[in-house]
């Protein structure tokens, strides 16, 4: 079965900082993998996803994440965060179920704090 | 604007109540989606559907129903049957495709038990 790991349940950075955010995800087939933000009582947004092609993938925000299939990772990555990107961030494995449909597999979120 | 309601923003319910969680969508998405997300577990899937007229159970169902009547409305009862409704959901839609296709998430509705 599919399944989707975020190691980090919180993580603190400093304003500026460079900020890599872990996902590692488990699936027998080729993965649609997504990286979604969510602000504190809100929905969930997309910054951005991979479906195939180029391994690196650019998003909003100035977020970028790396497809690496041989560790099985999709890690978020921001040169120089902002304190508008505290939020939680949620690492999702697209795929096909037994009867034709499609779902996504969500990890358990990592809480990103921002300090002065 | 093209988007994804929910209402309302907060719900309480009171023991052995039945109550609804309406999600309505203008982005003309076949698919339709149910989330719980409750702190540290992530987003947990309760129904989904494809198309109108047509749903599956996801993987927490017990003690939801829901109906899909119509393309643009999805909406979600929890029963007196689920005994820890308090959460967070959230609703989102997407167009069904041969690849998968981006999910795009209502602001969500939180249920409270009082």
């Known amino acids: 079965a599919q399944s989707v790991t975020q190691p980090d349940i919180h993580i603190t950075v400093s304003e500026g900082a460079s900020l890599e955010l872990r996902c590692n995800y488990s699936?027998?087939?080729?993965?649609?993998l997504f990286w979604y933000v969510q602000s504190p009582g809100q929905g969930l947004q997309l910054l951005l996803k991979?479906?195939?092609?180029?391994?690196l993938v650019q998003g909003i925000k100035g977020f970028e994440a790396e497809f690496k299939r041989s560790q099985s990772s999709f890690n978020l990555r921001k040169p120089s965060v902002h304190w508008s990107d505290a939020a939680e961030y949620f690492c999702?494995?697209?795929?096909?179920?037994?009867?034709?449909?499609?779902?996504?597999?969500f990890g358990t979120g990592t809480r990103l704090t921002i300090i002065p | 604007d093209g988007g994804i309601t929910q209402s309302p923003k907060y719900l309480f319910r009171k023991e052995g109540q039945n109550v609804t969680l309406s999600c309505e969508q203008n982005?003309?998405?076949?698919?339709m989606y149910w989330y719980r997300q409750d702190p540290g577990q992530g987003l947990r899937l309760i129904y989904y559907?494809?198309?109108?007229?047509?749903?599956q159970k996801g993987d927490i169902a017990e003690g939801y129903s829901v109906s899909r009547e119509k393309k643009e409305s999805f909406p979600l009862t929890v029963t007196s049957a689920q005994k820890n409704p308090t959460a967070f959901y959230l609703c989102?839609?997407?167009?069904?495709?041969?690849?998968?296709?981006?999910?795009?998430f209502g602001p969500g509705t939180r249920l409270l038990v009082l």
């Open positions: 991979y479906f195939s092609g180029d391994t």
């Open positions: 999702a494995v697209g795929f096909i179920s037994n009867f034709g449909n499609e779902k996504l597999t």
């Open positions: 559907s494809q198309i109108v007229n047509d749903f």
């Open positions: 699936y027998g087939a080729t993965p649609y």
């Open positions: 982005l003309n998405h076949d698919a």
């Open positions: 989102a839609s997407s167009r069904p495709g041969v690849y998968q296709e981006t999910q795009y």
